[in-house]
């Protein structure tokens, strides 16, 4: 309450002011309202709809599953691959996230007009030589950039990599991508401005080799084209429901005709021989019933057609 009452000091002020007009009695003050501030990072900018990126998520978790069978054939070992990030960042961010050697693969992103970069971990490539070539592998405490012989080999696992990319990427348009180069210091490769706006889609490994991670990094200014390229058509209402029949249509039901039930004991049942009688509860000028996928459907008369026996409904 002792911060409710004024002083004489604070009183003669407020009379003054009444008095001069700059604030008037009855006159309800209103607390300025801060604004809100909204943080953005130039570095690491967010020009990619979320739309799109929703879109690019689906495509990737296909990329996943696909990229985890083919190792898994290709190293005799289950091994699992999941989508962990999609980030959008520059060029000279993308390049300076990596302390370590890395083995960086420059993707020539035909029929567009750019290049990309495909980046594995060192050392799950060392244990995927050692495995294909006969050994445990395991990766490697130390790692170390691959010989020529040692890139060859990886060279073409990336190669079954990248048809598993274009695959599910069909979606969108039909890719020709391709791997021009690889690099143990990425950092060396200048092939882009610094400030192009990249998308990185990072993807984490894991199984009996061990842990391991690859990025593949694409200019957002070519994932836009394909974007624009590809947005879906608006299906007018008609259409929709004539492709929906078209489905229906193709669909196999079970269809069965029942001539009527009864109720025997087991004393019964067990007795019955070649020749007996069982009566049903059907008169025979009644209505058979047609069963659809265990559904009572239609109903009709028994008959044949040619040699074959037949069901007219009614």
């Known amino acids: ?6 002083n004489n000091d604070e009183v003669e002020a407020l009379l003054s002011a009444i008095e001069g007009g700059q604030v008037l009695v009855g006159q309800k003050v209103e607390l300025k309202k801060d604004k809100k501030i909204q943080h953005y990072d130039f570095r690491r900018p967010d020009r990619f709809p979320r739309e ?29 691959v999941e989508l962990i990030a999609i980030e959008e960042f520059s060029y000279e961010v993308f390049v300076n996230s990596f302390t370590d050697i890395v083995c960086a693969n ?11 970069f495909l980046t594995v971990d060192v050392g799950f490539c060392l244990a995927v030589i050692d495995r294909g070539l006969g050994g445990p ?62 998308i990185s889609i990072n ?36 259409k929709e429901i004539a ?25 019964e049942l067990m007795k019955l021989k070649t020749g007996d009688v069982v009566m049903l509860d059907n008169k025979i000028t009644e209505d058979l019933c047609l069963l659809i996928e265990g559904k009572a459907k239609h109903y009709g008369k028994p008959g044949v057609v040619g040699k074959k026996m037949a069901f007219q409904m009614s």
Do not use: Y
């Open 106 to 116: 420059v993707l020539n992103l035909k029929p567009h007009n750019g290049v990309g």
């Open 52 to 80: 799109q990126k929703r879109r690019l998520q689906k495509i990737s978790e296909e990329v996943a599953k696909h990229v985890g069978a083919t190792l898994s054939r290709f190293l005799r070992s289950s091994i699992v």
């Open 1 to 6: 309450m002792s911060n409710s009452i004024l």
């Open 243 to 267: 492709n929906i029949e078209n489905v229906i249509r193709e669909v196999e039901l079970n269809a069965s005709v029942v001539f009527g039930a009864t109720q025997l004991s087991l004393n």
């Open 203 to 238: 993807f984490a490994i894991s199984g009996d080799l061990g842990n391991g991670t690859f990025i593949l990094c694409i200019p957002v200014a070519i994932l836009e084209m394909l974007m624009i390229k590809t947005k879906f058509e608006k299906i007018e209402r008609q």
């Open 137 to 198: 592998g395991k990766i490697p405490q130390k790692t170390r950039p691959l010989t020529l012989i040692e890139e060859s080999v990886i060279g073409s696992v990336l190669l079954s990599i990248m048809e598993d990319i274009k695959i599910c990427w069909l979606k969108l348009e039909k890719l020709e991508w391709s791997i021009e180069k690889m690099e143990m210091d990425i950092k060396s490769l200048q092939l882009i401005p610094v400030t192009e706006l990249m």
